[in-house]
């Protein structure tokens, strides 16, 4: 009878062991390469330009640059912040806006060079009221708004990558205002 039980304490150790084996081989090569690692700095520039739709009712031409800097708190989990130039062109005068944002944003590594980095933004611009975004409780040129962004990363080379995805915008105020728009990014890690 003891034999039996020294024979099964054993196999499920055995079992044990190789399970967790396997788990750690699978963690080490989910996608995205080494990318999402804590401690990690990832210097990235977002940007977008093309012909958009607002719920103000006509087209315009845009042009959205936001270089930034993210670190990466816990496993695939971010903070970051970025600097934002914004101009619209359309009839009339084309309005110019800079600003800083603050972002949370959760990587998914979906296979060893692809994954997804949905953000959650929020920034304050100063300049040209865009789209027109305006806050009436903020001063005329000072504009708040809310955006999610969720690229599909590119991982090209350990440490470098390039993607895009859709972008949606809220402005804050009296009227909330909508922009979407597909925007790019380009970035580098370590």
Same mark, same amino acid.
């Given at each position: 009878?003891?034999? =039996?039980?020294? !024979?099964?304490?054993?196999?499920?150790?055995?079992?044990?062991? %190789?399970?967790? &084996?396997?788990?750690?081989?699978? /963690?080490? %090569? /989910?996608?995205?390469? +080494?990318?999402?690692?804590? @401690? !990690?700095?990832?210097? %990235?520039?977002? &940007?977008?330009?093309?012909? @958009? *739709?607002?719920?103000?009712? %006509?087209?315009?031409?845009?042009?959205?640059?936001?270089?930034?800097?993210?670190?990466?708190?816990? !496993?695939?989990?971010?903070?970051? +912040?970025?600097?934002?130039?914004?101009?619209?062109? +359309?009839?009339?005068?084309?309005?110019?806006?800079? @600003?800083? =944002?603050?972002?949370?944003? *959760? =990587?998914?590594?979906? /296979?060893?060079?692809?994954?997804?980095?949905?953000?959650?933004? #929020? +920034?304050? !611009?100063?300049?040209?009221?865009?789209?027109?975004?305006?806050?009436?409780?903020?001063?005329?040129?000072?504009?708040? #708004?809310?955006?999610? *962004?969720?690229?599909?990363?590119?991982?090209?080379?350990?440490?470098?990558?390039?993607?895009?995805?859709?972008?949606? &915008?809220? @402005?804050?105020?009296?009227?909330?205002?909508? &922009?979407?728009?597909?925007?790019?990014?380009?970035?580098?890690?370590?």
């Amino acid at each position: 009878m003891n034999a =039996n039980k020294w !024979q099964t304490l054993a196999a499920v150790a055995g079992l044990m062991v %190789s399970v967790t &084996a396997g788990a750690q081989e699978t /963690t080490a %090569s /989910t996608g995205g390469g +080494s990318f999402g690692n804590v @401690g !990690q700095l990832v210097i %990235s520039t977002d &940007a977008s330009g093309s012909l @958009g *739709y607002t719920t103000q009712g %006509s087209g315009a031409g845009f042009i959205f640059l936001e270089p930034g800097a993210d670190y990466f708190i816990k !496993q695939n989990l971010s903070v970051g +912040s970025g600097l934002q130039l914004r101009a619209i062109f +359309s009839e009339g005068d084309d309005p110019v806006a800079f @600003g800083l =944002n603050a972002r949370i944003g *959760y =990587n998914i590594p979906l /296979t060893d060079k692809v994954s997804v980095w949905p953000k959650g933004i #929020i +920034s304050l !611009q100063l300049g040209d009221s865009l789209l027109p975004f305006a806050n009436q409780a903020l001063p005329a040129d000072v504009t708040v #708004i809310l955006e999610g *962004y969720a690229p599909f990363l590119f991982h090209v080379t350990d440490h470098f990558f390039v993607g895009g995805g859709p972008r949606l &915008a809220f @402005g804050l105020g009296d009227d909330v205002e909508v &922009a979407f728009s597909v925007a790019t990014t380009l970035g580098g890690y370590f």
